[in-house]
């Protein structure tokens, strides 16, 4: 009542009868606002208003330093502050300095939890001030400390409205770009709490925030990669799932970009994995934006962005990580590769088993939970080698190979294919011929030895096409077919490979062939001394042919069709010989010196292939 009345005769009275009688008013009001009625503290709050409006900033040093000073000590002066500040907002910057001082303690850290949802709008010029002392202390060890910074946090960005979530997001932005750990960790997690209770519209922000999040996957501490990882969850969480596919593009941006940025910290050679997509259920996020792009995206060309988007992931994902997902994985892109889409989903679906050099462990690391897909995928793999579509036959070609890891009975499919091959035209049979090549590579050891003989001579009969795949295909098959077989089929095929056809191609073929087998069989092909010889009188053989002419000009190699394709296969056959034998070079470098000089290049860049003295000089003009 009294709190009634005074307000009503606050209302009455003039600025001057208010200013003479201020000294007597203001104790009243600080009164009411630390009143523990919550109706006395509401007319008091009316009151302060009136006051605040006759008198201004005077009547604001005297109440809100008080109310501030008692808020450790009195339960009620922060319920009376928030009546002060839903009157007058504009009196925010004479709270701040005091409730967001560092280092945040969880009792200021609470005070500003329950003033935020009070000021609303009047936050936005003072985001920087409060993220600034809330973020560092959402990672502190004190975990009272923590959670109550981190319930301010949310609380100011929920509080935050239409005009002011580009300055949040500002800020955001610069906290996940701070030098502090404990910063970007602080900064990345409020964007998820944020996007997880915000009533607004924040889908424009979206793809921003998803680059946000998944940029901090390769973040150097622990804690800054999970809470990326947890705010990655929150934001696809904000998105209705028929919306998804809209997003791919995104998604894919931020794995590539963090995927470059993990690559330039390895070793050249090391696998690459992101630190954010090797933690449990570390796909969960993201992998439901992929298999919706898959299913129901709104044209081909975003459901081969997903399905290749697949590919990309696994390919950064640790083994332990994509185990539980396989099966997910698995059956969505088994349907894209069905009748239901045209060809343009399939490469990417394809490739997820075929994830550039991540093919193989995906494999292992899926294995028995691929197994019951093992039927189904063959028959799918096997369909694709006869696509259309080129991109579509390789990468099923390639996809086949790496899939016979997992299949017990390989000698079938070997068969399948040699009939294929045998029966097929143009790309279609050339795909076949990889996907063999990958089979041996993957399960050579499998196959038995009858199987095994057909291959080789499958292949000896394909060095004579008139298809260039065809014959490039063979001659790399059979360098896999001689790491396999035992050493009289090595030593037969080098027998056929070691002869020089009347055309060039066919001879380009040979050699090629035979070099993939001393790459690929060197200890099968190089130690023994009849197959030494083979390779040696076939070298000198093709030198026969290639040295056509005094020179051979190297650098213009493309006008030397009928010469410069036959040097490069012999320099990769003489290559693994010389590693492997002496005696190799002694041969060569005694039958070319007896020949006199062979000036391998112009004066463009001269190379001696033998000097007078039977000796190889690799240099130029300049003696380098």
Not at 204 to 218: A, R, Y
């Given at each position: 009542?009294?709190?009634?009345?005074?307000?009503?005769?606050?209302?009455?009275?003039?600025?001057?009868?208010?200013?003479?009688?201020?000294?007597?008013?203001?104790?009243?009001?600080?009164?009411?606002?630390?009143?523990?009625?919550?109706?006395?503290?509401?007319?008091?709050?009316?009151?302060?208003?009136?006051?605040?409006?006759?008198?201004?900033?005077?009547?604001?040093?005297?109440?809100?330093?008080?109310?501030?000073?008692?808020?450790?000590?009195?339960?009620?002066?922060?319920?009376?502050?928030?009546?002060?500040?839903?009157?007058?907002?504009?009196?925010?910057?004479?709270?701040?300095?005091?409730?967001?001082?560092?280092?945040?303690?969880?009792?200021?850290?609470?005070?500003?939890?329950?003033?935020?949802?009070?000021?609303?709008?009047?936050?936005?010029?003072?985001?920087?001030?409060?993220?600034?002392?809330?973020?560092?202390?959402?990672?502190?060890?004190?975990?009272?400390?923590?959670?109550?910074?981190?319930?301010?946090?949310?609380?100011?960005?929920?509080?935050?409205?239409?005009?002011?979530?580009?300055?949040?997001?500002g800020e955001l932005q610069r906290g996940v770009a701070d030098t502090d750990a404990s910063v970007r960790a602080g900064a990345v997690a409020l964007a998820g709490l944020f996007c997880k209770?915000?009533?607004?519209?924040?889908?424009?922000?979206?793809?921003?925030?998803?680059?946000?999040?998944?940029?901090?996957?390769?973040?150097?501490?622990?804690?800054?990669?999970?809470?990326?990882?947890?705010?990655?969850?929150?934001?696809?969480?904000?998105?209705?799932?028929?919306?998804?596919?809209?997003?791919?593009?995104?998604?894919?941006?931020?794995?590539?970009?963090?995927?470059?940025?993990?690559?330039?910290?390895?070793?050249?050679?090391?696998?690459?994995?992101?630190?954010?997509?090797?933690?449990?259920?570390?796909?969960?996020?993201?992998?439901?934006?992929?298999?919706?792009?898959?299913?129901?995206?709104?044209?081909?060309?975003?459901?081969?962005?997903?399905?290749?988007?697949?590919?990309?992931?696994?390919?950064?994902?640790?083994?332990?990580?994509?185990?539980?997902?396989?099966?997910?994985?698995?059956?969505?892109?088994?349907?894209?590769?069905?009748?239901?889409?045209?060809?343009?989903?399939?490469?990417?679906?394809?490739?997820?088993?075929?994830?550039?050099?991540?093919?193989?462990?995906?494999?292992?690391?899926?294995?028995?939970?691929?197994?019951?897909?093992?039927?189904?995928?063959?028959?799918?793999?096997?369909?694709?080698?006869?696509?259309?579509?080129?991109?579509?036959?390789?990468?099923?070609?390639?996809?086949?190979?790496?899939?016979?890891?997992?299949?017990?009975?390989?000698?079938?499919?070997?068969?399948?294919?040699?009939?294929?091959?045998?029966?097929?035209?143009?790309?279609?049979?050339?795909?076949?011929?990889?996907?063999?090549?990958?089979?041996?590579?993957?399960?050579?050891?499998?196959?038995?030895?009858?199987?095994?003989?057909?291959?080789?001579?499958?292949?000896?009969?394909?060095?004579?096409?008139?298809?260039?795949?065809?014959?490039?295909?063979?001659?790399?098959?059979?360098?896999?077919?001689?790491?396999?077989?035992?050493?009289a089929e090595v030593a037969s095929v080098l027998q056929m490979v070691s002869k020089c056809p009347a055309m060039p191609d066919h001879r380009l073929a040979n050699a090629m062939a035979m070099?993939?087998?001393?790459?690929?069989?060197?200890?099968?092909?190089?130690?023994?001394?009849?197959?030494?010889?083979?390779?040696?009188?076939?070298?000198?053989?093709?030198?026969?042919?290639?040295?056509?002419?005094?020179?051979?000009?190297?650098?213009?190699?493309?006008?030397?069709?009928?010469?410069?394709?036959?040097?490069?296969?012999?320099?990769?056959?003489?290559?693994?010989?010389?590693i492997n034998s002496t005696e190799c070079l002694m041969t060569l470098t005694i039958e070319t010196s007896s020949k006199g000089t062979v000036d391998a290049t112009d004066r463009q860049g001269?190379?001696?292939?033998?000097?007078?003295?039977?000796?190889?000089?690799?240099?130029?003009?300049?003696?380098?």
């Open positions: 009542g009294v709190c009634l009345g005074l307000s009503e005769v606050l209302q009455s009275a003039s600025k001057t009868q208010l200013t003479d009688h201020m000294t007597a008013l203001l104790p009243a009001v600080k009164l009411g606002l630390s009143d523990a009625s919550e109706d006395v503290r509401e007319t008091a709050g009316e009151s302060f208003d009136i006051l605040f409006r006759m008198a201004g900033a005077d009547v604001t040093s005297d109440i809100v330093p008080q109310l501030l000073s008692e808020l450790e000590t009195d339960p009620y002066a922060l319920a009376g502050l928030k009546e002060v500040l839903s009157k007058q907002p504009r009196i925010l910057p004479t709270v701040l300095p005091k409730l967001a001082a560092a280092p945040m303690t969880s009792f200021r850290a609470r005070a500003l939890a329950a003033l935020a949802d009070v000021v609303k709008g009047a936050l936005h010029a003072h985001l920087g001030v409060l993220l600034a002392a809330l973020l560092p202390a959402m990672s502190v060890e004190d975990e009272e400390e923590m959670l109550a910074a981190r319930s301010a946090a949310e609380a100011i960005s929920l509080a935050v409205e239409e005009p002011g979530v580009h300055l949040l997001l209770g915000t009533k607004l519209d924040v889908e424009e922000h979206t793809p921003g925030l998803l680059s946000m999040c998944i940029g901090l996957f390769v973040d150097n501490d622990e804690r800054v990669v999970k809470a990326a990882w947890t705010a990655t969850g929150e934001v696809t969480g904000t998105i209705l799932k028929e919306d998804l596919p809209n997003f791919t593009k995104y998604v894919r941006q931020g794995i590539n970009e963090v995927k470059d940025r993990a690559k330039r910290k390895l070793a050249r050679g090391q696998p690459v994995l992101v630190p954010g997509l090797c933690l449990p259920k570390s796909l969960s996020p993201l992998l439901p934006i992929y298999l919706q792009g898959v299913l129901v995206g709104s044209s081909s060309e975003v459901r081969e962005s997903a399905a290749e988007g697949i590919g990309e992931l696994v390919e950064v994902t640790s083994e332990d990580s994509v185990k539980p997902f396989v099966v997910q994985i698995t059956g969505p892109l088994i349907r894209v590769i069905g009748d239901k889409f045209p060809w343009q989903a399939v490469p990417g679906a394809v490739a997820w088993k075929a994830a550039g050099g991540a093919g193989r462990c995906r494999l292992q690391a899926g294995g028995k939970s691929l197994k019951p897909f093992l039927p189904q995928l063959q028959t799918t793999f096997m369909k694709c080698l006869q696509d259309g579509a080129p991109t579509v036959r390789r990468r099923a070609a390639f996809a086949l190979g790496l899939l016979m890891q997992l299949q017990p009975r390989v000698d079938p499919v070997v068969n399948d294919l040699l009939a294929g091959i045998a029966s097929a035209e143009g790309g279609v049979r050339s795909a076949m011929v990889h996907a063999l090549r990958g089979t041996l590579e993957n399960a050579g050891r499998a196959i038995g030895a009858p199987v095994m003989e057909r291959v080789g001579a499958t292949m000896g009969g394909l060095l004579s096409e008139e298809d260039e795949d065809m014959r490039v295909g063979a001659a790399r098959t059979l360098g896999r077919y001689a790491s396999l077989v035992e050493p070099a993939s087998m001393v790459n690929h069989a060197a200890e099968a092909t190089c130690p023994d001394s009849a197959n030494l010889d083979t390779i040696v009188a076939s070298i000198k053989k093709h030198f026969t042919y290639v040295v056509a002419a005094p020179t051979v000009n190297f650098v213009n190699i493309d006008n030397t069709a009928a010469s410069g394709p036959f040097l490069e296969a012999i320099l990769f056959i003489i290559a693994p010989c010389l001269t190379v001696d292939a033998a000097d007078h003295q039977g000796t190889v000089d690799a240099a130029d003009h300049q003696g380098t």
